[in-house]
């Protein structure tokens, strides 16, 4: 599904180069449910940046199905990540001006394809499936944050994407909370068959994942 070779990113910081990926090399085939860990500063997160389209190397390929990302414009790059990938962000990244079910229903508006289902029975059968259903009218700001995250995770699969990309889930959760998120996300892995990668810095989390990718430094341990 993705492969990266000798992927490599590089920022200038006032004079110096900074080496946050060196020289990677990676395969994550479909259905895999695994974790990217790793120290701040280990390269994790420019990592998943790289893998979820959001940035792009400085040296290196990657391919996505089969698809050599450096081929395509912004627009193809920006369409192939509206539909391959959801996200799932450790602040929740929901907006509080919106109701419950705008939130999830803010990738269809900016879907670039005729979707071929109803968007809004689409979302009231996943907030059904994750226990949130009598929150559709509520405001972010008013749920725990176990019932926010719940609804990330509803907003990340509306145009169902066949990658999650999960930034540290269960960082702003207590321990019961966070182990309810990751048992949600293994069954969307065995339920689904979704492709499930979380980026943590926690070992305990990244154990609960089938595969661990190590980082430090940069590169894969």
Same mark, same amino acid.
């Given at each position: 599904?993705?492969?990266?070779?000798?992927?490599? =990113?590089?920022?200038?910081?006032?004079?110096?180069?900074?080496?946050?990926?060196?020289?990677?090399?990676?395969?994550?085939?479909?259905?895999?449910?695994?974790?990217?860990?790793?120290?701040?500063?280990?390269?994790?997160?420019?990592?998943?940046?790289?893998?979820?389209?959001?940035?792009?190397?400085?040296?290196?390929?990657?391919? *996505?199905?089969?698809?050599?990302?450096?081929?395509?414009? %912004?627009?193809?790059?920006?369409?192939?990540?509206?539909?391959?990938?959801?996200?799932?962000?450790?602040?929740?990244?929901?907006?509080?001006?919106?109701?419950?079910?705008?939130?999830?229903?803010?990738?269809?508006?900016?879907?670039?394809?005729?979707?071929?289902?109803?968007?809004?029975?689409?979302?009231?059968?996943?907030? =059904?499936?994750?226990?949130?259903?009598? =929150?559709?009218?509520?405001?972010?700001?008013?749920?725990?944050?176990?019932?926010?995250?719940?609804?990330?995770?509803?907003?990340?699969?509306?145009?169902?994407?066949?990658? *999650?990309?999960?930034?540290?889930?269960?960082?702003?959760?207590?321990?019961?909370?966070?182990?309810?998120?990751? %048992?949600?996300?293994?069954?969307?892995?065995?339920?689904?068959?979704?492709?499930?990668?979380?980026?943590?810095?926690?070992?305990?989390?990244?154990?609960?994942?089938?595969?661990?990718?190590?980082?430090?430094?940069?590169?894969?341990?």
């Amino acid at each position: 599904m993705i492969e990266l070779t000798n992927v490599s =990113k590089e920022y200038l910081v006032g004079e110096s180069i900074l080496t946050a990926l060196d020289d990677v090399n990676l395969t994550i085939s479909k259905g895999e449910f695994t974790s990217i860990v790793g120290p701040s500063g280990s390269g994790k997160s420019t990592l998943m940046h790289i893998i979820g389209l959001l940035d792009k190397p400085t040296r290196g390929i990657i391919t *996505i199905q089969g698809r050599n990302t450096a081929t395509l414009n %912004d627009n193809e790059l920006s369409y192939l990540r509206n539909q391959f990938v959801g996200f799932v962000f450790q602040q929740f990244n929901l907006i509080n001006k919106l109701t419950v079910l705008e939130n999830i229903l803010l990738p269809t508006i900016y879907s670039r394809k005729k979707l071929s289902f109803d968007p809004k029975e689409k979302a009231r059968y996943l907030m =059904k499936r994750f226990g949130i259903e009598t =929150k559709t009218s509520s405001y972010p700001n008013k749920l725990s944050g176990g019932q926010q995250q719940r609804v990330a995770i509803t907003r990340a699969l509306i145009t169902t994407p066949q990658l *999650i990309l999960a930034d540290e889930p269960t960082g702003n959760l207590d321990t019961k909370t966070g182990n309810t998120i990751l %048992d949600l996300l293994r069954e969307l892995n065995e339920t689904d068959q979704m492709t499930i990668v979380i980026v943590t810095h926690e070992k305990d989390v990244a154990h609960r994942t089938r595969r661990q990718i190590v980082m430090k430094d940069g590169k894969i341990t």
